[in-house]
């Protein structure tokens, strides 16, 4: 008979309101199970859609806790558990999925076959996570190990784990290729740094706000320029592919205009933008365009292996849990350089 415990979280529990701050119970684990006590917790747009999302919008069953950029040190273990230890630092795979499929037993749990019928998308969405005191992992497959301090490694599980599976996916790029990335926010500047570390291609990025620019270029982008600027982008370089972090009308169309035949155009961003494919139509002949979500298992531990020899630094604003609310409205409001990276008191 497993018991439980009860630990602060940061827990949503109705549709459009504010979330709040309050305890919570977590159970011990069993079988398979790992009790991570978080020691720092990442905030994404991700969790602003939850927020506003309209009742039925999403397939999510409240309340639950938020939270799905977590890294921890390992509290309890069930009794099948025999890879982890406990007192380890660890980083926390968030896109949890059925566990049976083909593609969960490949270690693609972000594209697991049964997504559909699960009701949630994995830790903090739909699945209590890690705004919180303590998160239960399903089974210990999701956490991986690190030296890292907390408040670096959480963020690497989402803004270093997605640019890095979408860039996976474009195959090589040539000495001679260039690659925008549309949006420098907490997975933008991790994908500057991903880009100079993972390919010869030439880094251009795009913003709204010079400081994510001088942020871009301190990652190590060739180029900076003014999203207002980027008519000049239309005339000039053409990209082997764009990296849409936003992924308004107005980015999707640019990522359209400025990518080069053949190229891709990875739309990663949620701005609920919109691109008419047709031929005749705004892509140029021979591009893919691709909808990365997340990434698999292995692409986490090769992005912890990154961070740990050196390749990877996430600017990051660290603030106490009980900042939460704030936090979420500096992110909407554009306030945030780097990731808000929360710490439990
Ligand atoms: C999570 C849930 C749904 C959409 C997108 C996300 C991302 O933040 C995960 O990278
Ligand atoms: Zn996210
Ligand atoms: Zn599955």
Not at 49 to 78: M, N, Q, S
């Amino acid at each position: 008979m497993t018991g439980t415990r009860k630990t602060q979280a940061v827990r949503l529990s109705t549709w459009r309101g504010l979330p709040e701050l309050t305890e919570a119970e977590v159970r011990d684990p069993a079988g398979d199970e790992v009790l991570v006590e978080v020691e720092a917790v990442g905030v994404c747009h991700s969790d602003l859609h939850v927020l506003d999302a309209l009742p039925g919008a999403l397939p999510y069953r409240l309340p639950f806790t938020l939270g799905h950029e977590i890294a921890g040190r390992v509290a309890a273990i069930g009794a099948h558990v025999q890879d982890v230890t406990i007192g380890e630092r660890v980083v926390v795979y968030g896109p949890w999925g059925c566990g049976q499929c083909r593609r969960c037993l490949a270690g693609q749990d972000n594209y697991c076959d049964h997504r559909a019928g699960l009701g949630w998308s994995g830790a903090g969405l739909g699945r209590d996570g890690g705004m919180a005191g303590h998160v239960l992992v399903p089974h210990s497959q999701y956490l991986v190990p690190t030296g890292l301090d907390a408040t670096q490694a959480a963020p690497l599980t989402d803004a270093g784990l997605t640019p890095y599976h979408a860039i996976a996916g474009l195959g090589d790029l040539g000495e001679d290729s260039a690659v925008a990335v549309v949006g420098v926010g907490g997975l933008g500047h991790l994908a500057v740094q991903l880009l100079r570390a993972l390919t010869p291609s030439r880094v251009v990025a795009v913003d709204t706000r010079e400081d994510a620019l001088d942020l871009a270029r301190a990652c190590g982008a060739h180029e900076g320029v003014l999203a207002g600027q980027a008519t000049a982008l239309r005339e000039g370089t053409r990209f082997d592919a764009v990296l849409d972090f936003v992924g308004t009308d107005t980015t999707l169309a640019l990522g359209a205009a400025t990518l080069r035949a053949g190229g891709t155009l990875a739309v990663l961003g949620s701005g609920g933008g919109h691109l008419t494919i047709g031929k005749p139509g705004p892509l140029p002949q021979g591009a893919r365009l691709t909808l990365p979500f997340w990434g698999t298992r292995p692409d986490l531990h090769a992005v912890v292996a990154l961070a740990e020899a050196g390749k990877l630094s996430v600017t990051t604003d660290v603030r106490p849990l009980s900042d939460a609310v704030q936090a979420f409205d500096d992110l909407r409001s554009g306030r945030v350089l780097g990731r808000v990276v929360l710490v439990p008191q």
